[in-house]
Structure formats: C-alpha cells, structure tokens
C-alpha cells in the first residue's frame, strides 16, 4: 500500500509536467482546423504565447525526468515552425498536397477531413509531398515494400541507440579526461551523437507509420543527405547533408526580417541578413532547450556556448559568400586544380565545424545531452520497479 502511495507521488508531478506539453499541440492543431477567421494570428500567438510560458514555468517539475524534459524542449522548435505557418501565411490558400487541388483546404469546413489536412501538414516539417517541399532532398531509390521497410527502420533504430550511447559514453568519459586543445578531438562525437539520435528517432517514427499505413515507404525521404567526406563548402553541410527540418521556419523568418528592413531579394546582403537570421534563431532555441536542463555547468555558460557555436557558422557561411565566387588559384601562390580546390574546401569546412564545435563542447556535455536516449528514458521506471526493491 505504501509502495503505490509513493509511486502515485512520484506520477502526479509527471503528468503535471506533462500535461501542458500534450495540451499544446492539440490546441495548435484545433486552431489550423477552424475556418479562418479576422483575429486568428493574433489568436493564435496569444495561444503558443500562453502555453509556451505555461510549459517552460512547469519544467522544474520535471527536473527528476531530466532526457523526457529536454526531449519535450526540443519539440517547441517544432511547434515555432507551425507558429511562423500562421503569422506569415495564410494556410489554406498557401498549402496544398502534391496531386490534390490548388488551395484545397479553402473548400472545406470544419471537420474531419479539414483535421486530416492540418494534422498532415503540421507533421510535414519539410514539406514532403506538399507544394512547399524544399530542394535537396533525397529521394528512396529502392523500395523493398511495407513490412519489409518497417523492419529494417526497427533493425535502424536499435544500431543508432547502440551508437548514441557509444557516442555520449566516449563525451562523458573523456570529456574529463582530455584538456585543452585535445578536448577538440572530441567534436565529431558531437555530431555523430546529434545525428545518431535524430536518425534513431526518425526511423522509429517512420517504422510505426508505415507499419500502420499512416504513411508510404515513397514519402519517408532520407533524413540526411549522403557522402558527407565530398562536401567542399559549409553551405553544402548546412544546406544539403544536414536534416532540413527547420529549413522553412528559418525561411519564413528571414523573409519577414528582409520585409521589415526592406533588403531587396536576390542579393548578396539579402541571402546574409536569410543566414544570420536561421542562426541566431536556432542557436537561441537550442540555447534554450538546452539550458533548462539541470547540468554539470552553469546555465548562463551553456547558453553562451551554444548561441557562439550557431553564431560561428553564420560567421563562416558569411566568409563563404564574400569568397566563394573568388577561384581558389587567386588566392594563393600556386596552380591549382579542381581536386585540390575541393580537398582545401574540405579542409576548410571541418576545420571550421571542428573551431566552432570546440567552443560549445562544455555547453553539450555539461547539461547531460550525451545521456539522451531512449533506453535511458526508462530508468526512471526501472528505479521503481520491483527489480531494484528486490536488489
């Protein structure tokens, strides 16, 4: 008796956590499903406004669930990209699915089917297979059939859990061991942890979907592109090997930031004010995410940390614009050909990425990111199972 009594002291702060970060989407949802409105942006923003303080004041509720509690931080960088659907666009006249008729939600009313089509768009981050898909991505060249998708998506998902947990071991563990200039060498399993843990959940997603026919093989596009060791340049990293999920948010707002400064389109200064504006945004929301969460350092320096790092590729992709028009022999003293252009254009990318991660390294490892898995999300279970009373 005492054992359930403890137990429900323990759940109730969890699902007084939780609850607004469930309620949140669903409202977000309900709010792209009526018909549109004079006052439903403003509407809208009071909403997101609302919850999102709501959410971010409840999270030292769940300070005893501190993955659940970053996980459901990230999630709102999602939730900015819905926001920036509404404030700069009018959904159902600028949102269709490829294959269905222009404009299709303005005919339709509330109801399920107008449900159906928001829920759908809200879930198409990069717009696969609706009119707004971005470019770069790769598309499936083999598919192998439903079934057979799904498994090897859940064999996917358990090789990427075991290489996220490898990767944020080896940060842990040498993160304390290595100083100075050797602490660098710990960047990549910065990346290879991001990666591996993006991948893990999107196979995941994409197994369940496809195995319940919520979705098609055709439409579970490659979440990263391929041959990371040839790209020559940071734009081509940050434009076509790394995912896009957030590529429209960060459109939509440097738009809005042009519009409001009147930079005209198609110019050098316009396609800079477009790359300063999706990285202090994203370093902000990882910042922030990242922040919350209790750690080993101090938040005000994983805050820094972050928004340098996602400032520093601004910075780099900036250089690139100034110089890349600029052949690579008018730079130097010698005769060059393309392949050594492209070996000093890599050289430069990862050295870059390896200068800009070196200065977020503490920000990473010391709120505990590196834990993040989905194994480790149970051992606030395991702690009160029976297994432990036993042991």
């Keep these: 008796m005492l054992r359930n009594i403890q137990a429900m002291s323990e759940i109730k702060p969890l699902l007084t956590g939780i609850l607004p970060h469930l309620a949140a989407p669903t409202s977000f949802l309900l709010l792209f499903t009526l018909p549109p409105f004079g006052l439903r942006r403003l509407a809208y923003l009071a909403v997101f406004t609302t919850f999102f303080s709501l959410c971010f004041l409840q999270f030292t509720v769940l300070s005893a669930w501190p993955q659940l509690q970053l996980a459901l931080s990230v999630t709102w960088m999602y939730y900015l990209g819905w926001l920036t659907k509404m404030l700069f666009h009018r959904p159902e006249h600028d949102f269709w699915r490829i294959g269905r008729p222009a404009h299709e939600a303005e005919k339709m009313s509330f109801g399920l089917k107008k449900l159906s089509w928001a829920f759908a768009l809200l879930s198409a981050p990069r717009g696969v297979g609706w009119n707004y898909q971005i470019a770069n991505l790769r598309p499936r060249t083999k598919l192998v059939g439903r079934w057979w998708f799904a498994a090897r998506q ?111 389109r198609h110019t050098q200064l316009y396609w800079t004010a477009q790359v300063w504006t999706a990285f202090l945004i994203s370093g902000a929301v990882h910042a922030l995410a990242m922040s919350i969460e209790p750690g080993m350092s101090s938040t005000y320096t994983r805050f820094r940390a972050l928004v340098v790092f996602f400032l520093l590729q601004a910075v780099g992709l900036t250089l690139e614009g100034l110089f890349l028009d600029t052949p690579v022999k008018d730079l130097t003293l010698y005769e060059v050909g393309l392949e050594d252009e492209m070996l000093m254009g890599r050289i430069w990318t990862f ?24 194994f480790v999300l149970l051992t606030p279970a395991l702690k009160r199972s029976g297994l432990q009373a036993r042991s």
């Design 154 to 264: 859940t064999v996917r998902v358990i090789i990427l859990s075991i290489v996220s947990l490898f990767s944020g071991a080896i940060l842990m563990r040498w993160h304390r061991e290595l100083n100075g200039f050797w602490k660098a060498t710990l960047v990549p399993m910065i990346g290879i942890k991001c990666w591996s843990d993006a991948e893990t959940q999107y196979a995941l997603c994409n197994a369940i979907l496809v195995a319940i026919g919520l979705a098609e093989e055709k439409d579970c596009f490659p979440l990263f592109g391929n041959n990371l060791t040839r790209l020559d340049s940071l734009q081509e990293f940050w434009g076509q090997f790394w995912h896009q999920n957030f590529r429209t948010l960060f459109q939509d707002c440097g738009h809005a930031v042009c519009r409001l400064l009147r930079i005209r």
């Design 351 to 374: 050295g870059w990425l390896l200068f800009s991660g070196y200065w977020s390294l503490e920000s990473w490892v010391g709120a505990n990111w590196s834990l993040l898995s989905i």
